[in-house]
């Protein structure tokens, strides 16, 4: 399977983010939930060249999310400029799941200024904490802080 | 272990369940770590009870109080009499956690599924999907909270200064003091890392296989007994970890596995001690 190379410039991830955030704001509770459950339910599509990573142990303590319950592995690139994040999350994990295929849905294809740019309290902004509960908000915050630094890494 | 074989026992089969699961006198009860996992699938017939949403107070640091645990019930249609299995992800541990708040309020008949979703998935049992089943109101009639198995603050404070027994199970990571907070992210759990002086560390996934079951009480009682050396014949022993979830998985398996009459657990556990001003801790192995 070739590489997932995404192309979108437009719309911009500003406007995709306010969308989001827009969409999840005016959701009630369980709204909220089944929209991160559509998330969860979408493909995470892993490159060949990254199922090696995935399957041995050093690379996988490396790619891992050691603050998500459930195993959460995250490879952040930037590629000719745009950013690409893959990833392999249990199908048991739908929350971390979910929120994962949230960022790549957001992120994928932009600069990594774009995302450097981001809201740094995203997760507030989907109004994620009230919908999933205050205790469970750590994983997440985990995820989304690993994906800004390495972007902010790979920029460098 | 055969289900249910003997009085007294409460861990049951993936297949008990499949079996029991219409009895009318039965409610199955889902509780996950993942608050979206119950939609994922579930056990047909199953209701959820979410650890933290349904469990837990959202304004002070506490468990819902009784009247509220009462209309928890009756929504669930959970009676007094009713027997109720616990199951869910991370080998039963929100499911013991759950557990441990229905004995808090004083409810009979509680039974847990071992191996909970990953026992029944492995068994290739179906999963419901859709919307919680509604079941006729209750009107159920909560105890007053059975501190027996519930320790506060002061008591710990008390319990250390008089080296009794405790068992820390959280990782060894956390009990050494060693695990630090990532660079970027907010540190949430406590201002000063370690154990509490005298803690034993077994962390509580030793007490399950690999399919999420729980190992057999000779490999419990070496563990326990054994490794940690805590004695049945103790006054009390306390148990805790960072919030008190995984600590009920390890008081569950002590109090109905192992049968140790006198175990508590210390649900303000790392996240009250290691933020309480002067309390003795210590670090390393």
Not at chain 1, 22 to 28: I, L, Q, T, Y
Not at chain 2, 84 to 103: E, I, L, P, R, T
Not at chain 2, 228 to 244: H, K
Request: glycine residues 8%; charged residues 30%; aromatic residues 10%.
């Amino acid at each position: 399977m070739p590489d997932r190379m995404p192309d979108r410039d437009a719309p911009g991830v500003q406007q995709r983010l306010a969308e989001l955030i827009d969409d999840f704001g005016e959701a009630d509770v369980r709204e909220r939930q089944q929209m991160l459950l559509d998330f969860a339910r979408r493909e995470l599509p892993l490159p060949e060249r990254l199922r090696a990573d995935r399957d041995a142990a050093a690379d996988r303590a490396e790619h891992r999310i050691d603050e998500c319950m459930t195993p959460v592995f995250l490879w952040v690139e930037v590629n000719d400029g745009r950013v690409e994040i893959y990833a392999d999350v249990s199908p048991e994990g739908p929350t971390a799941r979910g929120f994962v295929a949230l960022l790549i849905d957001a992120f994928t294809g932009a600069t990594p200024a774009e995302v450097l740019a981001a809201p740094a309290d995203l997760i507030q902004q989907l109004r994620l904490p009230e919908a999933l509960g205050m205790n469970r908000m750590r994983g997440l915050h985990a995820i989304y802080h690993r994906v800004r630094r390495q972007v902010g890494e790979l920029a460098r | 272990m055969t289900a249910a074989s003997k009085p007294g026992d409460v861990l049951v089969t993936t297949a008990w369940v499949d079996e029991h699961r219409h009895d009318p006198n039965l409610r199955i009860v889902e509780s996950d770590e993942d608050v979206l996992l119950y939609d994922v699938g579930h056990i047909e017939g199953a209701v959820k009870i979410d650890w933290h949403t349904d469990l837990q107070d959202s304004v002070v640091r506490d468990y819902i109080g009784r009247r509220a645990f009462e209309e928890l019930c009756n929504s669930k249609g959970i009676a007094n009499d009713t027997t109720v299995v616990f199951y869910g992800d991370k080998s039963n541990w929100w499911a013991c956690y759950a557990f441990w708040v229905f004995k808090l309020y004083g409810h009979a008949n509680c039974l847990v599924m071992d191996g909970g979703r990953k026992r029944w998935e492995l068994d290739g049992r179906p999963w419901a999907k859709g919307p919680e089943p509604p079941y006729p109101p209750t009107k159920y009639q909560a105890k007053e909270p059975d501190l027996s198995i519930r320790a506060f603050r002061d008591e710990v404070l008390e319990h250390q200064a008089a080296q009794k027994p405790l068992i820390d199970v959280r990782s060894p990571g956390e009990f050494t003091g060693q695990m630090l907070h990532m660079p970027d992210y907010p540190q949430e759990g406590a201002l000063r890392g370690g154990h509490i002086p005298g803690a034993v560390n077994i962390p509580w996934s030793r007490a399950v296989r690999d399919d999420g079951t729980f190992k057999s009480p000779q490999e419990l009682e070496q563990l326990y007994c054994g490794e940690a050396r805590l004695r049945r014949d103790s006054e009390t022993i306390v148990a805790y970890c960072r919030i008190g979830e995984r600590s009920s998985h390890t008081w569950f398996a002590l109090k109905y596995l192992l049968s140790f009459d006198h175990v508590k657990n210390y649900d303000g556990s790392w996240t009250e001690w290691g933020n309480l001003v002067g309390v003795p801790i210590a670090k390393g192995p």
